[in-house]
DNA sequence: AATTTCACCGATAGTACTATCGGTGAAAAT
DNA sequence: ATTTTCACCGATAGTACTATCGGTGAAATT
């Protein structure tokens, strides 16, 4: 057995990350409004008077958690397109662009969240977190979409890969969101519906490239045969 | 000149509008944080005792705000509909499909931002209404594409159109919000990258929908020739 | 062994907000 | 003309939280 005494500086860092950890927790489940030092000195078993041995102020331990979360983040994401890349075929990587992500996403459910919630609310603290995660996840699909291929040469087509790229994200969230609020049961099933989407835009891209006009001509469609 | 003196009960009427306003206002600028009694009080120009007046608590206040936004959302999406309807072609009606409710959308930016705030927000007194305003759009939305001709007859497509229908209301929301932030100048670009969103989407809806494999076989993509 | 360090404690001053109270004057009812 | 009603006011008690302070004991240093 090790020893279990700690020294004081271990003890001091496992405190720490207790705090984070409980602050973590009540963030998801309370909201950023449901924070408090007392709630997560408390819930982290010390004095809410000794919080501040640890962080300047509530801001503090939100920025660390933000750092932390966007590493976590950033590392699941790196991984995740290392995972892609190593499909044995075009198909199933275009296929995995869009399933790893969400697995991911499910697997960490809450950084999601907090982020979803940050996104738009001009009072909280991880807002600034919140868009420049977007920010990143954005140039991230943009740069996977122009590894299947689907280079952008010119300005608008840029701008196009790239709202292509946020609405793909944002798809991909509402329904990782939908899939863990129990109404998609099936991630492959949404994994095929992003892929579709995607494929959908991506031909758009592809047969306006080399002309001016809007051209919807080759992309027109008719209703499906009914059975 | 009509007369400028008010019955009482306008006068409470007239405040009690002004402390909604001022409410709607300051939820839209600090969030959902920054609301107290005192603000929308003093923004109305009344005393912060007074608010209790008009309302039970702030809790009131906020579900009449959501009653009203919702009502106003529910008028223009009909609006939208109605519209959307009366475009000449099926072409025309399709992309009418996604531009209108970006365009609503633009009108009125501050219940967007609001929805998507409190949507996943636990500690918000306007989650229930964000959370059955986004249920509204997508079922709205499913209908929409289904009135386009992709009706879906088992539980499978119904589940996907759902899917479909929550993921680009997810990417509508996106774009709308960037081209609020300036990062997309142009809606009609954005209107076009929804629709060819749809367009993959309900492709592999038809595709697939008298099949029972995963059946990628007709929308497998091969990469953009390059100029 | 003596001294210093410091993570943690309880107490508390300060801040921001909620919600209630009695008072006031003008509108409304009599 | 008199009385009643009530929208609004200022004052204030109560609540929840922040952030600082001096004190304490065990770990670390000397």
Redesign the interface.
Known sequence: MTDTRLTRSEAKDLTRRRLIRAALAILD??????LSTVKVAKAAGIAQSSFYVHFKDMQELLRVLADEGGERLFEAMRAARRKAREAPD??ER?RDTFRIPLVAICRHPELL?IQ??A??????SLRDFAVATAAAHREHHAADLAA????A?DE?DR??L???A??????T???A??HLEG??PDLD??A???????????????ST??KTT?A?AD?????????
Chains 1, 2 share one sequence.
């Open positions: 489940e309370e909201g950023e409004a449901g075009d198909l275009h969240r979803l919630r996104r738009y609310d001009p009072s909280s299947l291929g689907y280079t040469d608008r701008r196009r790239e709202m292509i946020e609405g793909i994200n944002a798809a969230n509402a329904l969101m939908g109404r998609y099933e949404a095929d519906i992003l892929t579709a989407l995607s494929r959908g835009a991506l031909r758009l891209l592809r490239s080399a809007p919807e992309v027109i469609s008719e209703p499906p045969a009914r059975s």
